[in-house]
């Protein structure tokens, strides 16, 4: 396709939320253009090699459908997803027929690199691709790309990190391994309970994706040999479709700020050199992985948190946990607030009551002082515990649908952001938020 300068709606960032917002904007008939850094879709879904897909059923009700649920759909045809566990390359698949479904207008290999603001309003982003740098045009811009970057660039509001201590989640670099024994491992497990995570499920069914989280005896013998990462605490990994593979959140990097190009490069470093040593461990120390084998490591390393939005609402860890309902909701979700704690900083999970849900609203998605500009994803507008709930794949989702079907309205009646009538918006996302 050839792409032009000007469009309807462009966003910025093709990870799960670009994706949403740009095939919903799409399939509402406006011309969309779909910005990434990459060579391919997903961002932390491909590039980061995030599986399996967290909570978004409770109660037996699936609170995000539309999209996502198309997502699903797709990956399951190619055999590339069981359960809620999926493979990169399956989820890129899947993107990439929706987006041309839906007529979006994709730029690989193109980074937005300036923001064009006049007033409190973007006009324009300058794009820098392997023609050099052009300029791109369009009525509505939605910041999708994780980092909050054309709020940023625009020098429109944001924050980072925990509000009193300013820590960042830490990171991880996922890894692939093949050929391990999973009854054998599993079995390990059943003997070994109390080195492993008290929330696992003993009752394996081996046409499942099972989830192992633990070794902790083997890994303080480990670590007490100056074998194992200090930082990491137990070894989890769920096991992807092909018997065998294991798809692995292990490492666990710290004190690093990912929207910085020396931290992310401190973390890639640190992330190999961890994967080198759990892989070592693995196969030397615990049983069934005596001839496992490193398949690949994610393309970069997994950024859990860096500058969100500040929105004309930020939703509060308490409005997650109170499963609240706002009168202007867009999406929702039931996932708690999960953080993957720093150094000085004990991991936390506050889960919902079974059948408990919260609304997303509409505000947080709308960037403060920009009347164009929207947010969805991992740069939604919310506080650091709000945000540590939202920031999962299936919500990701929601909100990026939310913004683009907003984004459409406004396009379609020639009119700003905020005066699209909120029930123009509900009938749009029916699915999502009844
Ligand atoms: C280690 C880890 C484990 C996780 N585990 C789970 C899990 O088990 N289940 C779950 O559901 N969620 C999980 N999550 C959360 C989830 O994966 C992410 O929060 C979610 O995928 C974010 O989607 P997104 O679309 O908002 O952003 P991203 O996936 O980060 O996509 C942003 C995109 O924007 C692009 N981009 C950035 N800047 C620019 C620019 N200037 N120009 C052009 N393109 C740009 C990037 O290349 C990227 O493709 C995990 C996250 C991490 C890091």
Known sequence: MQLRHEYDIVVAGAGIAGISAAVKAGSMGCSVLLIEHYPFVGGMSSAGMVSPFMKSVTG???????????????????????DNGFYAWAFRSAANELLRDNQVAVAYH???VEVGVEGHKINMLKVAGPQGISDVYARQFIDTTGDAQLVSLGRFPWVKGDEKTGKLQALTLFFRMGGIDVKKTAEYSRQHKADFLEWMDFNFDFSRILSIAGYTGLIKKAKEEGRFPEDVDYVFFTTLPSSGEGSFNTSNILGIDASTSQGLTRAEQTGHDQVAQVVDFLNKDVPGFEHAYLIDTAVQVGVRETRRAVAQYMMTGEDILRAAKFSDSVARG?????????????????ALDEGAWYDIPLRSLRVKNATNLMVAGRCIGATREGHAALRIQPTASATGEACGAIAALAVKNRIPLDQVPYQMIRKQLLHNIE
């Open 60 to 82: 037996g009700k699936a609170l995000v459908n539309g999209i996502y649920k198309d997502l699903e759909a797709a990956m399951r045809k190619t055999g590339g997803m069981i």
């Open 110 to 112: 193109t980074d937005v």
């Open 334 to 350: 039931c996932y708690g607030v999960d953080i993957h704690g720093q150094k000085g900083e004990s991991n936390r999970m506050d």
